[in-house]
């Protein structure tokens, strides 16, 4: 089976046909100022942040394609996201089993 690769992911894959490749070393940034010691106190961090105290852990399963999409349809009627959706619903399940 065949990985699908999106522009953003594909290993090695130009960015855009018409961008140059310049190696670090050539690039110059001496016109760059030095960040001030206020500008590094504002810097936050970019991404997803962790939901609760612990980071959740990424795994990976498979799902027939029809239970995937319709999870991902009553995701999207319910305005959240499907991963979202499957661990409530794991969630919820571990809780029956463990009460």
């Known amino acids: 089976m065949n990985k699908r690769?999106?522009?953003s992911s594909a290993r090695g894959a130009r960015v855009g046909k018409n961008v140059k490749r310049i190696p670090d070393r050539q690039i110059d940034?001496?016109?760059i100022p030095e960040m001030s010691d206020a500008q590094l106190r504002a810097m936050r961090r970019v991404g997803r942040p962790t939901l609760g105290d612990v980071a959740r852990q990424l795994i990976a399963i498979r799902i027939d394609p029809q239970?995937?999409?319709d999870l991902r349809n009553e995701a999207k009627r319910r305005d959240i996201g499907y991963q979202t959706l499957i661990h409530d619903i794991l969630t919820k399940?571990?809780?029956k089993k463990t009460a």
């Open 5 to 7: 690769r999106f522009g």
């Open 93 to 95: 399940h571990a809780k």
């Open 67 to 69: 239970v995937l999409e």
């Open 29 to 31: 940034s001496s016109d």
